[in-house]
Each structure stands twice: as C-alpha cells, then as structure tokens.
C-alpha cells in the first residue's frame, strides 16, 4: 500500500501546482461553444464539473482525428486500450484493468468495460459492436468502475456512444463521402447521411444511414490465395423518433441495424503447418509482412438490431426515466482451421492426404437480450441531488462450433480399424471397430468436433446515488448497487477431438457495490477529486478441456479449472481539473486491488482456453489530458497514461512458468506507456471559408497478448510435427513481447460557410506495421502469426451539412 500513498501524495502536489497558477488568472467565462455537456451521471452536466475522470471525443475531435472505430478513438484517450483481435473482435480495457486475450470460444466471459449506446447496454465480450460513428454527438470515456450506475461488465470503466437526438422545429442534415487508398493497392471509402426532419410541433424524426467499403491489405498464398484478402464492408443506419406533448413528457423510439462483413482477417503468419521453412516434400516459405497461408477462405458477418424505448416525464422536482432495450444479434466467424486439424491428424498418423483435408472451423452466436431500467431522479437546484432505480436483463445467447472437413469420416473409420486390430481394448462393442458415426453425438458426418451451448444469463440490481454540496467548495456523493445474477449453460460436443460431453451447469452470486466522492473547488477554475469506489465482474463455468487433444500434461494442469468466481476491485482515486484562459488541464492518479481477476489461460495442445480466478492483482497509475488555444485558430493537445498493471500472486509450482501467474508479471494487452499529441491551425481564406492543417502523434507502448508470453521469452515452439518432411523437432523462437508502435497522421481541410467541408488525409504516414496482438494455434504447434494495424492509408472526404 505504500505505492498507493506515495502515488496520490504525488498527485495531490500535482493539483496543488496546477491549482495556484489557475487561480491566480483573471477569472474568465467559459465560452458556450465549449462547454461539454455529458451524461455520466444519469444527469446533464458540464464535463469539467464531473467529479471522476471522464473524456469526451466530440463529433468535432471524431472528424479532425479521422477516427472511424473505436481503437482509432482509444488512442487519443488516456488510458484507454483496445487490443485489435480481428474484424468485429476487439477487447477493451480501462486503467490497465485487463485479463488478456479472450477469443471467440468463450462465450461464458463477462466483459470487463462496459459499452452504451445513449441509453442502452451494448457490450458483449469480445463481440461489443463496432459502432458507425457517424452523426455522433460525442463518446464517453468514463475511467474506474461504474458499477453504481452502469452495473456488470463496468468493473474497468464504462464506454458511452452519445447519438444526436431528433430536434423539434428544425430541419438540418448532413452528406459525406469518401474515397482512400490502402496500402497503396485497394480502394475503400464510405457514403453516410443524416437528416432531423420536424413531424409537426411536437415531434421529430433523425434518420442516419452510411455504406463503408474497407479495403484490404493482407496477401494470402496457398489454395486459397489472395491479394487484400481481408476486405469488407459494414452497413447500417438508425431511426429514432421523439414525440414531446408537453415540456414534462417525451418519448424515443428507436431502431438501430448494422451489417458487419470481412473476406478475412488481418493475421500476418509466421509459421503455418502447410508453409514454413522445414519441409522439405512441400515448398518451402518465409512468410512476408501482412502475408498468410490459407487452405479455405475466411469470413466474418455480424448482423446487429437494437430496438429501445426512452420515456422521460418530469414530476416537478424530479424526473421519472424508463429505457426498454432489446438486442438481437447473429455472428458468423469462419475460419480456415485445417492447420489445426491437420495438426492432430499428423499426432494419429493420418496419410498425407487426411492432414491435407481443407478444415473449416464455423462459430456462430445468436444473441436475445432484453433490459429494463427504470430510475427516479432529482430535477432541481437544490444542494441535495439523487438518483435511485432498478435494472433487470435477460440474456439468451446460443453458441455453437462446428468443424466440416469433408472426407475426415473415412479417415477416422480406418484409424479405429487400426486401432482395433493393433489392440483389442480400443475396439468398440462387441469387439468391432468404432466408426465416427459412433462418436459424433447427434451431429452430423465430417466434422471432427462439434459443441452446441446455449447460456440462460439472468440479472436483478438496484441501484441509487446520492449527492450534497456541504458548502460552497465542497460536494460529497455517496452510491451503491445491490446486483443478484444467474447463469445456466448447457454443453453437448460430440466428434472425434470432443469428449462427447452433454451436461449442464448453473452458477449465480449477488453483492452490494459503493462508491464515495468528494469534490472540492480550490478557485472558480480548479477542482479536486476524491473517490474510492467498487466495481464488479461477473463469474461464469468453463467449458470441459478437450480431452482427446490434450497431453497428459496439459491436462493433469488444466483439468481441475470448472468454475470461476466473480471478479472485484476497488479503486482509490485522487484528480484535478483546471481550465482558465486558453487552456483545460484534466489528471488523475489512481490505484486499484483488484481480487479474483479472470485471466484467460491457453490450455496447450488442448486446443481450449480456460479461465481461472487469480487471488491478487493490481493496476496504478496517472493519467493526463492537455487543452491549449495559445492563438486563435491555434488547438494544440496531448494526453498520456503512465500504468503499471501487475499481478501479486504466484501460482504454485509448474502452474506459474506455464500460465505466467507469477508476482511481478504485467496484466496481459496493457501498454505501461501511451501518449497522443495532436495540433491544428484553422486560417480565414476569403470572406466565406476558412482552411486548417492537422497533424497527429499517437505512441502505444508493449504489451504481452497473454500472460504466460512473459515466461521464458523469446519463446522457442517446438512443433512436433512431422510432415511434408519437417522433422519432428522443428520449432520456432519468437519475440512475444509486442514491440511498440508509433503513428503519425495528417490532414488539411477547408471549411466554406455554406456548410461544405472538403479534406484530404494520410493515415499511418510512415506505414509502421503494428503488431496487435499474438496468434497462436494448439499451443503454438499448428500456426503462429500476429494480428496487425492497417498499412499508409490516403484519403479525400467531401461533406455537407444543411
């Protein structure tokens, strides 16, 4: 505890130092122009009067920075991290509060930041939406759990999408196009519109729609080569309504579809079972940046609907809110698996012409959630502020894997006849050999493994917040959150590399999260922020190892992980915000002990993950956003986060060189240092438009993927496979720490008065390859590779606003 002590002792020189030169300003009145408003609080407030840590990336900071996802955005927020997993898979964290890679078979992980749009929950556990970020009003970052307000899956910090909202008695809208160029061969781009139309006096309708094209930039060689083979395109709008009889009552319905498509990923290979530099009967390959060997082409398609229902009516003194919100989502992730099958085929001594089998690995996830919340807040000037409610959601979330391999039965069929006859305890019944139809479980032919798992997720929590200004200078708020949760999963798998498992299992919990504020005014323009606040994670059951993969090693080690409790933390929190002529200064320092983090653990030859409560962790650190208008026209900015996220427990024996769970070890996909800088200069050209240059710097230091990527680095992967004459000791040594990364982007506009803005912008400038995370499969002994950042991108944007 004494790095806490000594870290906010530090911080509170800060705010002291910051503090006494803002005071000593003329005083100044802000300009409405640059007032934010935010909601984090469940009320209208202004962003620098929020007593917590809170960024806020306007529509304005959207386009100037050219961000189009929510990784572009992560990097011009402090301590905001988001590990690129592939398209439509990323995972985010807050303040270095991270458990590593989750991948796309573990649908029984809880999220561990929490993502609204407006209103209503989004977030889902490596699928959270990549939401179009057009016709936004601003996004919201709000740093530290969040579980008084915004519940589970906020233990890190919470991710708010802020739509613009229909506007009575105005029309307005806007067009935009695009046209850029990737990695100098592909072309994308991108055609979005918004329109606010009045439906008479007391109601309004906001239309958005938008079609992107995304070019592509990894090659694949093989059967199924391709230049760019990780195109796509991602389509969608949204529809809302508002209907305001009275100045007390309104009400928002709303529609929200968007259609996610990627031919591939954006893996670049470093060793591939059909293409590497041992074989010796098959050619032998190097691979080259944003280069993969691929057998069957791959795909991703994310349909995505959200339908919700916002209802306000004011009360005199208070206003009563009830947001109804249904989600209804289906996920295709389709993967050329056949290194993998491959893989195990070569371990049961399959022909050559079994392990070349094309292996498709098909995952599909259909998702129904239903949420309500309903919350009763004040509406009034008094020095005593409140807000109390209820939440209820229910999720139903089917997921399924399945693996075809046309041909494989055959092969399978003569492996148990070879089985049978070398040794008479390997026949099935009746002393005959066992057929694959045998083992499949009800599923259906050539198809190695199969898993069917539906989840039941229910949820309950109550939820209040009270504030009261003691004096003038001084505002104490008190919260807390009572949640009770359930959790039922069935499991059947069938297939030869299945347990032919079909069971079912339950787990539930309840608790009580508080929070505790104190804001205190040093000057008009400087204020000082204390909190002390409890955030949760859910906990959940893993899926059975698969046994018949496994090394006895592998599960003598892995086996016992079934279930695995809820995550906590608390958070010790000391900031300062200052602004005066010409500048805003927001920092923070901050400590969290964090219990029971859910780490993600790769089982080895199992081709599974589990996941496994580690008894103590803990993520410190300062961060800092910068605001400077030193000349008119003139908006210079910089922020960065200085984190150390580490784990402070050791598992017992061969556990902590396998898992990486040792003291000291960093919190997996957390960079210790990360800085943004940005500047623009805005000039009057003519009497009727103006022109600005823009350029920006973004810094992410290293990260490991996942923790056991720090033992024993560089990591040697022994394959053990020998085929295409590869000896069975070929292995592969490989950096695993992700080396850090710079990017640099520019742009020059110019804005006309007549609402037309016209850019051009490089992306990436100096074409830096950024690796994102490590990919890795069965171990390690099939496939290694990383996934990487898009290449030098140049681009023309035309928009129009009416």
Not at 15 to 35: C, F, K
Not at 437 to 447: L, M, Q, V, Y
Not at 448 to 456: E, G, I, R, T, V
Not at 530 to 541: D, N, Y
Request: charged share 20%; aromatic share 10%; hydrophobic share 35%.
């Amino acid at each position: 505890m004494h790095s806490r002590a000594s870290m906010l002792a530090s911080l509170s020189l800060l705010a002291l130092t910051i503090a006494v030169p803002a005071a000593a300003q003329d005083a100044t009145t802000e300009d409405e122009g640059n007032i934010i408003i935010v909601t984090a609080t469940k009320r209208d407030a202004n962003l620098q009067d929020i007593p917590f840590s809170i960024n806020a990336q306007t529509a304005e900071d959207i386009q100037k920075s050219g961000a189009v996802t929510l990784e572009d955005l992560s990097r011009n927020v402090a301590g905001l991290s988001v590990q690129n997993l592939g398209p439509g898979q990323s995972q985010v964290s807050v303040r270095g509060v991270s458990a590593g890679q989750v991948v796309r078979d573990q649908p029984g992980v809880k999220e561990q930041v929490g993502v609204y749009l407006d209103e209503s929950v989004i977030s889902l556990s490596l699928f959270t939406p990549d939401i179009d970020l057009y016709d936004l009003n601003r996004v919201e970052t709000l740093r530290g759990p969040q579980g008084t307000l915004f519940g589970s899956g906020s233990v890190g910090g919470t991710i708010r999408y802020i739509t613009n909202q229909p506007k009575m008695g105005v029309i307005e809208g806007s067009v935009e196009a695009n046209l850029n160029l990737v990695d100098g061969d592909d072309l994308g781009g991108h055609l979005k519109g918004a329109i606010n139309i009045p439906m008479g006096d007391n109601a309004a309708l906001r239309a958005v729609g938008y079609y992107t094209r995304y070019g592509g930039f990894i090659n694949a060689i093989g059967p199924a080569g391709k230049e760019d083979i990780n195109s796509g395109e991602r389509y969608g709008g949204r529809l809302a309504l508002t209907f305001e009889p009275t100045d007390t009552f309104s009400i928002t319905p709303r529609i929200v579809y968007q259609k996610v498509k990627a031919d591939g990923f954006n893996r670049q290979d470093v060793y591939n079972l059909y293409a590497n530099e041992f074989t010796t009967t098959r050619p032998q390959v190097t691979f080259d940046e944003r280069e993969q060997y691929l057998l069957l082409r791959e795909g991703f398609d994310d349909e995505t609907l959200i339908a919700d229902l916002n209802i306000n009516v004011g009360l005199g003194g208070a206003k009563l809110t009830s947001v109804t919100s249904y989600i209804n989502r289906d996920i295709l992730v389709s993967r050329d698996a056949s290194a993998l099958s491959g893989s195990v085929s070569v371990d049961l001594g399959f022909p050559d012409a079994g392990v070349l089998l094309p292996s498709n690995l098909v995952d599909t996830t259909d998702l129904e959630t239903w949420t309500q919340e309903v919350r009763l807040a004040s509406d009034n000037d008094s020095p005593f502020q409140w807000v109390v409610g209820g939440f209820y959601s229910k999720v139903d979330r089917v997921y399924t894997q399945t693996l075809p391999t046309p041909g494989y039965d055959a092969f399978t069929n003569q492996y148990f006849v070879n089985a049978c006859n070398a040794d008479p305890d390997d026949c099935g019944p009746g002393g005959v050999p066992l057929t694959a139809a045998d083992i499949a479980n009800g599923f259906g032919p050539d198809s190695p493994y199969n898993a069917f798992l539906p989840y039941d997720i229910k949820q309950f929590a109550i939820f209040g917040e009270v504030s009261y200004d003691i004096s003038d200078a001084l505002t104490a708020t008190a919260g807390g959150r009572y949640y009770d949760f359930k959790e039922t999963r069935s499991f059947v798998s069938g297939g030869l590399f299945a347990n032919g498992d079909n069971r079912t299992d339950s787990t539930k919990s309840s608790g009580f999260t508080p929070r505790l504020l104190l804001s205190y005014d040093v000057s008009d323009d400087v204020t000082i922020n204390a909190q002390a606040s409890k955030g949760f994670r859910l906990g959940g059951v893993n899926d059975p190892l698969n046994l018949p993969l496994c090394s006895d090693e592998d599960e003598a080690l892995f086996g016992g992980f079934q279930d695995y409790d809820d995550e906590t933390l608390w958070n010790y929190e000391l900031g300062v915000k200052s602004q005066g002529r010409g500048f805003t200064f927001n920092a923070a320092g901050f400590y969290n002990d964090i219990k029971n983090l859910q780490v993600t653990l790769d089982a080895g030859t199992c081709s599974s993950r589990v996941v496994f409560n580690v008894p103590k962790a803990h993520s410190m650190g300062v961060e800092f956003e910068l605001g400077l208008q030193p000349a008119d026209g003139l908006d210079l900015s910089l922020s960065g986060s200085l984190i150390e996220a580490e784990f402070d427990s050791t598992l017992p024996g061969v556990l902590a060189a396998t898992t990486g769970i040792r003291e000291g070890n960093r919190l997996p996909s957390v960079p210790k240092f990360q800085l943004s800088a940005a500047g623009s200069y805005e000039w009057p050209i003519g009497d009727a438009a103006s022109m600005y240059v823009s350029a920006s710097f973004q810094h992410v230091g290293t990260r490991y993927t996942q923790p056991a990527d720090q033992e024993n680095n560089p990591r040697t992967f022994v394959h053990g496979l020998p085929f295409g004459g590869a000896p069975a000791d070929a292995a592969t040594t490989v950096d695993l720490q992700l080396p850090d990364y710079q990017l640099v982007n520019l742009s020059a506009g110019v804005d006309f008065d007549n609402g037309l803005s016209l850019i051009a912008y490089v992306n990436n400038l100096f074409d830096e390859n950024a690796l994102l995370s490590f990919d890795r499969e069965r171990g390690g002994r099939a496939r290694l590779g990383y996934t990487v950042g898009q290449p030098r991108t140049f681009g023309i944007t035309a928009r129009k606003t009416f």
